[in-house]
């Protein structure tokens, strides 16, 4: 029997990700002698870990290896925000989609949404570009949609912002406020949208994505531009290799897998 011991809070945002993770886990791990324990935590509290326990962690948006890395009754941790050159415990863990956000319906058709391009997010220092942005866009053919909020997960509704998500054709989706990574990569990719993104870290959770990078933020219109240009039938291949993407690496079910397989190395 496979304990999961779950210690966030309530209105954790990753709370539905890892519960997606852990049950499929514990099926793959049922007939094997490898972990007891599965425990959900944020980096920095503190709480008595059994025996052969893996971990779940989030809320570090700093990068830094957890002191449970040397706990001998931690086989591996699983950690978003995964410092470079990690801890031989630590492996990187996606941030996922958030809590409320509907990432099971199928995605419209990439002609069928009525937005070519849309950014919602809290408002930064570091995020003073966007604006620039917007008004690049006036008066153009272009629909655009942005928003900006007085903090992280203020906006609209959850069910509202997926509806937007997935009416979008461009999601742009600049650093978080802390850290290069951010949920709504992930959101994006998720609804289908065609992701326009900066440089995020160096390890197997963005090797691949098929999303557009910019290393300056003034290349985002013209990224914008280009792909706007593209046929119908190129944008809707883009689309349809976000949604996969999503599906086979970033999903709850096929994170568990790469888990598990980390877990069974372990053992050898």
Same mark, same amino acid.
């Given at each position: 029997?496979?304990?999961?011991? +779950? @210690?966030?809070?309530?209105?954790?945002?990753?709370?539905?990700?890892?519960?997606?993770?852990?049950? @499929?886990?514990?099926?793959?791990?049922?007939?094997?002698?490898?972990?007891?324990?599965?425990?959900?935590?944020?980096?920095?509290?503190?709480?008595?870990?059994?025996?052969?326990?893996?971990?779940?962690?989030?809320?570090?948006?700093?990068?830094?290896?957890?002191?449970?890395? *040397?706990?001998? *009754?931690?086989?591996?941790?699983?950690?978003?925000?995964?410092?470079?050159?990690?801890?031989?415990?630590?492996?990187?863990?996606?941030?996922?989609?958030?809590?409320?956000?509907?990432? *099971?319906?199928?995605?419209?058709?990439?002609?069928?949404?009525?937005? +070519?391009?849309?950014?919602?997010?809290?408002?930064?220092? *570091?995020?003073?570009?966007?604006?620039?942005?917007?008004?690049?866009?006036?008066?153009?053919?272009?629909?655009?949609?942005?928003?900006?909020?007085?903090?992280?997960?203020?906006?609209?509704?959850?069910?509202?912002?997926?509806?937007?998500?997935?009416?979008?054709?461009?999601?742009?989706?600049?650093?978080?406020?802390?850290?290069?990574?951010?949920?709504?990569?992930?959101?994006?990719?998720?609804?289908?949208?065609?992701?326009?993104?900066?440089?995020?870290? +160096?390890?197997?959770?963005?090797?691949?994505?098929?999303?557009?990078?910019?290393?300056?933020?003034?290349?985002?219109?013209?990224?914008?531009?280009?792909?706007?240009?593209?046929?119908?039938?190129?944008?809707?291949?883009?689309?349809?290799?976000?949604?996969?993407?999503?599906?086979?690496?970033?999903?709850?079910?096929?994170?568990?897998?790469?888990?598990? +397989?980390?877990?069974?190395?372990?053992?050898?």
């Amino acid at each position: 029997m496979i304990n999961i011991i +779950d @210690k966030l809070p309530d209105n954790n945002l990753e709370k539905t990700f890892f519960w997606e993770i852990a049950f @499929k886990l514990r099926d793959l791990l049922k007939d094997k002698d490898l972990v007891d324990n599965i425990l959900f935590m944020n980096y920095g509290d503190k709480h008595e870990i059994p025996p052969r326990t893996v971990i779940l962690m989030n809320a570090d948006e700093q990068y830094r290896t957890p002191d449970e890395a *040397n706990n001998p *009754n931690v086989v591996k941790i699983f950690k978003q925000y995964c410092p470079e050159n990690p801890h031989p415990k630590l492996f990187p863990l996606p941030l996922g989609v958030p809590t409320g956000f509907d990432s *099971n319906s199928k995605p419209k058709n990439i002609e069928e949404r009525d937005i +070519d391009v849309v950014f919602m997010g809290q408002f930064a220092n *570091n995020r003073t570009s966007m604006l620039n942005l917007m008004s690049s866009f006036v008066g153009s053919n272009i629909q655009t949609f942005f928003g900006f909020t007085s903090g992280f997960n203020r906006g609209i509704s959850r069910n509202a912002y997926s509806d937007i998500m997935r009416n979008s054709k461009i999601a742009i989706c600049p650093t978080g406020t802390a850290s290069p990574e951010t949920f709504r990569l992930y959101e994006a990719v998720s609804a289908g949208c065609i992701a326009v993104t900066c440089n995020q870290p +160096d390890n197997w959770i963005y090797t691949g994505m098929p999303v557009f990078t910019y290393h300056n933020e003034n290349e985002i219109s013209g990224i914008v531009d280009n792909i706007l240009s593209l046929p119908v039938e190129s944008r809707q291949r883009l689309s349809d290799k976000s949604v996969s993407y999503y599906n086979n690496i970033w999903s709850g079910k096929s994170v568990a897998d790469i888990i598990f +397989d980390e877990i069974a190395n372990v053992a050898e």
